[in-house]
């Protein structure tokens, strides 16, 4: 699962919760937590939301529970049912997404935001100024630029199986710290769509910090960056990135690069930080990719302590095909970054002679 947001530590659950309100049509859904290879599987045996929730609190907190309205379809009679639950609770967990046929072979959407009145429903219940964490089901990313902006908190939990209403529990209450990240990238639209982190750079790049460049490769109405960037993801603490250093900074055939940086646990809790390695190569035979990633590392960090990582990578990790389709790499320049997602900006530049 993918903590995308997290505002005003609305996660985990607070010790002076006393009522928890799960709302939404995914919220009590044993047939949906399977996703789109449940054609064999047994849902009737899945561990809901709900479920896992109650389990979790036992006697200590007051569970409410309202469908508010179903994935699909135009209805909103349930809506004042979910309202008046919502007033009741101290916190609201809001269950949204696709059903498990949505995704899959043959389930293509060409309107890949929330479906039916779902993200109505969301707008009423934020609106009250709960503190609310939306838990969401689906095996695509979706366009929820909307929900970004309103929900102070957003769990990414895609169809955990049999089990899932028990691991979202874990997660929701801090037993287990999330640290999965977004293997897909969100787009803020589907005009955007398709949009990679590794994509091919334009002739014409737009410079955000000069918008009166008019010429340039850009949306009128949409920054060009994605929603949520692959390899994204929140945890319940924080984490600080030294500089990177290298054993050298000009390679010759053989070499082996080695790079380097130490990770700090900042904040309270003790986390996995799943570090990343991505390399640019500036000119090559044929167009390369603004980034790539070469290497990753996922790792334990307790509070307030540091760790250090140290990726190595033969340089033949830099080889693609070239126009006459010799597996090989380029000698020039190359940009090295690592850091937490593909977002990443800083970089040490090394050439390879």
């Known amino acids: 699962m993918v903590l995308l947001k997290n505002e005003d530590n609305t996660l985990p659950v607070s010790e002076k919760t006393r009522t928890i309100a799960v709302i939404g049509p995914l919220g009590d859904s044993k047939e949906n937590m399977l996703g789109g ?11 809901t939301v709900l479920a896992g929730i109650k389990a979790k609190c036992g006697d200590n907190i007051k569970v409410l529970y309202e469908k508010g309205c179903e994935i699909t379809g135009s209805s909103t009679e349930g809506f004042a049912g979910a309202i008046a639950a919502a007033r ?33 429903l969301a707008r009423r219940i934020i609106a009250l100024n709960k503190p609310a964490a939306v838990v969401l089901f689906n095996g695509r990313p979706l366009t929820i630029g909307e929900l970004d902006e309103i929900a102070p908190a957003i769990l990414e939990a895609w169809y955990g199986g049999t089990q899932a209403g028990n691991a979202v529990a874990d997660i929701l209450f801090g037993d287990v710290n999330p640290s999965g990240r977004l293997t897909m990238t969100f787009p803020r639209s589907v005009g955007q769509i398709p949009i990679f982190y ?32 692959f390899g994204f993801g929140l945890s319940y603490t924080t984490f600080s990135y030294s500089p990177v250093s290298l054993n050298k900074t000009a390679f010759d055939r053989g070499d082996e690069i080695e790079a380097s940086v130490e990770i700090t646990n900042t904040g309270k809790y003790d986390g996995d930080e799943t570090v990343q390695l991505y390399v640019r190569d500036r000119v090559g035979n044929v167009t390369r990719p603004v980034k790539e990633l070469k290497a990753f590392r996922k790792i334990n960090v307790k509070k307030g302590e540091t760790a250090k990582i140290v990726f190595k990578l033969p340089l033949t990790d830099l080889s693609y095909y070239h126009e006459d389709m010799s597996y090989d790499y380029d000698s020039g320049e190359f940009e090295l970054f690592i850091g937490p997602g593909s977002d990443v900006k800083e970089f040490v530049l090394f050439t390879v002679r």
């Open 198 to 229: 590794n994509g091919k750079n334009t002739g014409r790049p737009f410079d955000p910090s000069l918008p009166e460049d008019y010429f340039k490769s850009r949306y009128h109405d949409s920054p060009n960056t994605p929603l949520y960037p």
């Open 88 to 120: 009741k609770a101290d916190l609201v967990i809001l269950a949204l997404g696709e059903s498990q046929n949505m995704s899959g072979e043959a389930a293509c959407r060409t309107d890949i935001s929330l479906p039916g009145v779902q993200m109505d």
């Open 37 to 47: 290879w449940g054609a064999a599987g047994q849902w009737d045996s899945c561990v």
